[in-house]
């Protein structure tokens, strides 16, 4: 059997567009982040473009199978990662997904600082802290944007790992980004915030092609990059019955989408609710099926022990020689 690849000569990554065995075709489509969004195939070749390697519409009975992917659906915000320290070093105390305040990246704390500041037990600090916040920005077209920072006390602006926007406290420090004709809308952006003493603000405002003015970077032009999956959909190539989609959400009350946990799952009508823990290890502690069967988990202290180990398993997710047991419920 003879196989043929075709990569993405667009991308520097290594993205296989499509392949072809036994004169069949399977093509993915990738969005601007690069996970694969659609896949078609595999179905004999004649059913694709010959350039493209996309469906050319010729096959009907069967149609080429497809299934699509979205990713982060109803995510919006860039991802936030605190350290209690102002250098950004040491372990992380907080993390989640976006600030709290405002619509847009326009931010004034006072002597105070985000509620997101906080240290591991989650007691808020005012000073002294540091705030990455990483993810997607969407364009809406390309051409060259100015992007101005005005931090109290620390701001660097990095888009594609290029540093547009190094300000300190407390001046207006404006650089460009360019989108070449052409190019993918969806850019990676890191912003890096440290406030030392005293007032704590931070901003950052774009003007371009498309922007009326120079305005604060709304919040839903950006999105994280967790790559999680919200829903799935296999078309049903004969029409006969609904194609199925299976959606899962990820936030719960305490619970943030960036531990990328799965809450609820659904399909067909019928969902899985699984429960976590809102702090420390953040395990499971229950599932309920979607008939209503109910399962509940607890677990031992780290210090604890018990008479006859070898009955009680190990959680496979959770290790660290943490124990588990199964408290009532039926499955």
């Not at 699984?274 to 202290?301: F, V």
Request: glycine share 10%; net charge negative; charged share 10%.
């Amino acid at each position: 059997m003879i196989s043929e690849h075709g990569w993405d000569t667009n991308s520097t990554s290594d993205r296989l567009l499509w392949s072809k065995a036994s004169n069949q075709i399977t093509r993915n489509v990738y969005s601007d982040e690069g996970w694969v969004t659609d896949s078609y195939g595999p179905a004999n070749a004649a059913c694709f473009d010959a350039v493209t390697k996309m469906p050319n519409g010729s096959c009907t009975t069967p149609a080429v199978p497809h299934s699509s992917t979205v990713r982060n659906g109803g995510l919006s915000g860039l991802a936030v990662t605190v350290w209690p320290t102002n250098n950004f070093s040491g372990p992380p105390s907080n993390m989640t997904t976006g600030l709290t305040g405002s619509a847009a990246l326009s931010y004034s704390w006072g002597l105070s600082g985000p509620v997101e500041a906080t240290t591991t037990t989650g007691t808020q600090v005012a000073d002294n802290f540091s705030v990455r916040l990483t993810g997607s920005m969407v364009f809406s077209t390309t051409g060259t944007f100015t992007f101005t920072g005005t931090p109290d006390d620390l701001l660097n602006v990095y888009i594609d790992d290029q540093l547009v926007v190094a300000a300190g406290c407390c001046s207006a420090i404006s650089g460009s980004f360019y989108l070449p004709p052409g190019s993918a809308l969806t850019r990676r952006i890191r912003m890096d915030y440290a406030e030392y003493t005293g007032y704590a603000s931070m901003s950052l405002t774009w003007a371009g092609p498309a922007i009326a003015g120079t305005v604060a970077v709304p919040i839903s032009a950006l999105k994280p990059r967790y790559g999680l999956v919200t829903s799935s959909t296999t078309d049903d190539s004969g029409g006969a019955t609904l194609s199925p989609t299976t959606t899962t959400t990820y936030t719960a009350a305490g619970l943030d989408p960036v531990f990328g946990l799965p809450v609820t799952v659904s399909s067909g009508g019928l969902t899985t609710t699984t429960g976590y823990e809102t702090g420390g290890y953040r395990r499971r502690t229950s599932r309920m099926l979607p008939a209503g069967n109910q399962a509940t988990y607890e677990y031992y202290a780290n210090a604890a022990t018990v008479d006859n180990p070898c009955t009680v398993p190990v959680d496979p997710v959770n290790q660290g020689g943490m124990l588990r047991r199964w408290a009532t419920g039926t499955i």
